[in-house]
């Protein structure tokens, strides 16, 4: 049985850090960096006893927008619902009710995102990004 849970202080972070530091999204980052994205966030870890098998979080001024970052799931229990459940908590949550907008960008999960509401990008030409040079240097893009 998973079991989902937002107190910062059960999550491993060196595990957190380890995920997010191999994904496509931020490859390389240091744990600095992991260590302030999770006090800057509401943050869920997902357990199968005391083993952390999956992690969110949600950037949000709990008023108007909130941004869904890191989503990841252990590679041997990915396929058990374990992401829906994620995302799908924070969906729930009462502290994200009311919000006009929630965000996100994936380059693989579209179809889980899709079946929790989320679509693509109904005014595209509407949205900007300003990248660090480092991180567009990583991504191989100009800033």
Known sequence: MIELDDDKARLQIDRVHQWLASSYWSPGIDRDTVERAIFGSHCLGAYDGAEQVGFARMITDHATFAWLADVWVEENVRGQGIG??????????????GLRRMALVTADAHGVYESLGFHTLLRPERYMERLSSDFAQMLKVAP
């Open 84 to 97: 829906h459940k994620l995302v799908g908590w924070f969906l729930d949550h009462p502290d994200f009710q």
